[in-house]
């Protein structure tokens, strides 16, 4: 299961890592025996808490009342329940949603996902928190300008998995690279080649600082210090992109990081760096465990 | 009058009936505890029978909660 892979890194964190579920207390159980799962799983059968917590999903109900005949319908239900057909089997699950508490409860982050199958990975919640994780295999870049640290959240992706690129970038002496913002010159940003399998979201930039730069007298957002950049992406889960892909043992992304840096007294022209990433295929446990009558 | 309150009391039930007939559109932004609450509280078993609570889950240096749709299916 995708979360007991990752358990670890969270444990070593500090953090307790907890499910809620509808199933019934004997599901959960069979599930934990079947997969070795070793946090904390809860049942919330007859899904009174996830009511309460206000994430039940009405669209089974929908599902089950209105049928799926309706176009619109139709696309609601497989965006929110499944791809299959209504069944009496999905009333009462909850939205699939991650929390983040603080040591008090209090919720520090919390992610969605847009569509059913999609599953923000423990190490990708874990980037943007600034764990450290293990070790990953990195691309590593030197510029005249900056030292560039490349790699991916994860080593292996599941379809409909939400994932990171990380980009560590280290401005050398005297040395600023432009920001969002800095409307003139060329901000640096990812240009991911396309790919009909992954669906980029907005990248996810550090707080800039304003440098006062004296050759062209102004005042522009740049980064000075190290900064780090987040790259989400979404692995798409739709059972087309399991079949067009069945067989296949890895994925490879290409792009380029595009930027423009320059020093207190001169600068360089816009530049590109070349980069991918190559990251293993798995599957996704949606099995039910086997019962002993089975 | 009274026949009138009645007739208004009547269209507005049918309204209220089909509006909640009728399914929404999701919002999750609006779904779940927000940044900076606290959760509700609640009282359930884990796979071994133990009993947790919204106060006990709590770990060392924080908290991960996964809501899943099913872990049967």
Redesign the interface.
Same mark, same amino acid.
């Given at each position: 299961m995708e979360?007991q892979r990752d358990v670890e890194a +969270?444990r070593e964190? @500090? $953090?307790?890592?907890?499910?809620?579920?509808? =199933?019934s207390?004997e599901?959960?159980?069979?599930?934990?025996?079947a997969f070795g799962?070793s946090f904390?799983?809860?049942?919330?059968e007859g899904s009174i808490?996830?009511e309460?917590?206000?994430?039940l999903?009405?669209?089974p109900q929908?599902g089950m009342?209105?049928g799926v005949d309706d176009p619109e319908?139709a696309e609601?239900f497989r965006t929110?329940v499944s791809v299959t057909r209504p069944n009496e089997?999905f009333v009462g699950?909850?939205?699939?949603?991650?929390?983040? +508490?603080?040591?008090? @409860? $209090?919720?520090?982050?919390?992610h969605?996902e =847009?569509f059913?199958i999609e599953r923000n990975t423990?190490a990708s919640?874990l980037l943007r928190r600034g764990e450290d994780l293990d070790p990953i295999e990195a691309m590593q870049v030197t510029t005249p300008q900056f030292n560039l640290t490349t790699y991916t959240s994860n080593t292996a992706l599941a379809f409909g998995n939400r994932f990171a690129l990380m980009f560590d970038i280290e401005p050398l002496e005297d040395m600023h690279v432009y920001a969002p913002g800095a409307d003139d010159y060329q901000v640096v940003s990812l240009n991911l080649d396309p790919n009909p399998y992954i669906q980029e979201m907005a990248m996810d930039y550090q707080e800039a600082v304003d440098y006062y730069f004296e050759p062209f007298d102004e005042t522009i957002p740049v980064y000075l210090q190290p900064f780090s950049l987040i790259q989400e992406l979404v692995f798409d889960g739709d059972p087309s992109t399991q079949q067009a892909l069945r067989g296949q043992e890895s994925i490879t992304l290409t792009g380029s990081l595009e930027y423009q840096a320059c020093s207190s007294t001169f600068c360089y022209p816009p530049a590109s760096i070349p980069l991918f990433w190559t990251m293993e295929l798995r599957d996704l446990v949606?099995r039910?465990?086997m019962t002993e009558e089975q | 009058m009274k026949a009138t309150t009645t007739f208004l009391l009547a269209i507005g039930f049918l309204l209220s009936f089909s509006l909640f007939a009728q399914p929404e559109t999701i919002d999750l932004s609006t779904r779940g505890p927000q940044v900076g609450e606290t959760l509700p509280e609640f009282s359930l078993p884990d796979q071994n029978g133990d009993l947790w609570t919204q106060e006990s889950i709590l770990g060392e240096n924080g908290t991960m909660l996964v809501f899943l749709r099913s872990a049967d299916w």
């Open positions: 979360l +969270l964190a @500090g $953090i307790n890592l907890v499910t809620i579920s509808y =199933d207390q599901a959960i159980k069979r599930f934990s025996d799962i904390t799983m809860l049942s919330d808490v996830i309460r917590f206000n994430l999903n009405p669209v929908w009342e209105f319908m609601t929110y089997l699950i909850s939205f699939p949603g991650t929390f983040i +508490l603080d040591t008090s @409860g $209090i919720v520090q982050e919390r969605f =847009d059913y423990i919640v949606f039910r465990p | -």
